[in-house]
């Protein structure tokens, strides 16, 4: 039997990434795939730099997509910035922080732990403790939107805590970029890296990244090259360097850059802080339906993510089986919890195109047909629409 085209399913994506991806973007993708080094194609890489500083709210002349997924971001920040024997102060509430402490010992740094509880956010005295504990420290690493469990840090305060003490401020924005307040050039962050499938919308695969002009410099006078070949700043400069002349890196996810670039521009068209009050908006709808159901969130209100909630699950209630049962009756998918986490609470996104009414009230109504009696049946549809409709 031959094997035929994959036909995949039309699912609603309401996890921790991909999100839903918009129709847009998907169409922009299937356009003529030209060559990496045609003048036209590199006069859309010039626009897609200009639509990242936008997003980033930053000035920075290094400011490109990695052709390659989150992760790759994170491994570019770490491997471009820290020499062996470099000191890191690294912020860990989540995952998230567990893989930059790895990536610190891979490059041969010294990882300086900084831990709170999953579910909390940094504690910016811990970090001061550490920063004068540390004065030998270069960086402080922290993950801004912990996508683990939903808990969103104060970036601009852990950052000028960075600077007071001498160190580059290294932030994760994977899941922040596009759906919460994030000001780069205002709060001082020297390194981030973000996603392309979170809360911009777009399909996996590349990891926007930006350096200020003080971690150029110390990128350009390393003392050993940068361990990774690929992610070296210094060589993909060349390629999506200020000046016209280009040349070649690696071949670039051409159509992959086509999507990243028509959902920056749907991004800079709806207006950066009108999506942030969009997945604040829709936060809110999906809070008033939860918790009118009866159940309950596990970040603290004022430390909430909006585009990640993550739910508790009601006693004598089987994780997997309420999450397959909404992926196979409902086409739903949303997240597990991870870690500590792990079977007490389910993930779920509202993230970039999947911040809408319509799939709130698929959300909660899937949810309150598979549940039963573990919820109040009937209410939480319409909690969420008062919500909706009733205050902007
Ligand atoms: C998703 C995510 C990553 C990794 O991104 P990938 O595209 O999956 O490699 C890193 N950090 C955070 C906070 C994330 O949510």
Redesign the pocket.
Known sequence: MPISSFQPPVRTLMG??PSDVHPRILSALARPTIGHLDPTFVGMMDEVKTLLQYAFQTQNALTIPVSA????G?EACFANLVEPGDSVIVCQNGV?GG?MKENVERMGGIAIMVQDDWGQAVDPNKVEAALKAHPEAKILAF?H???STGARSDAKTLCALAHQYDCLALV?A??SLGGIELRVDDWGIDAIYS?S??CLSCT??I?PVSFSERATEVIKNRKSPVQSWFLDMNLVMGYWGGDSKRAYHHTAPVNAMYALHEALVMLQDEGLENAWRRHAKQHRALRAGIEAMGLGFVVPEANRLPQLNSVTIPEGVDDAAVRAQLLNDFNLEIGAGLGVLAGKVWRIGLMGHAARAENILLCLSALEAVLGDHVTQGVAVAAAQSELTGKI
Request: proline share 14%; glycine share 18%.
């Open positions: 921790p990434g997924p989150g992760s790759a994170m998230f893989r993950v939107a912990e996508t994760d994977v899941t996603g499938q979170k996996p695969g990891s």
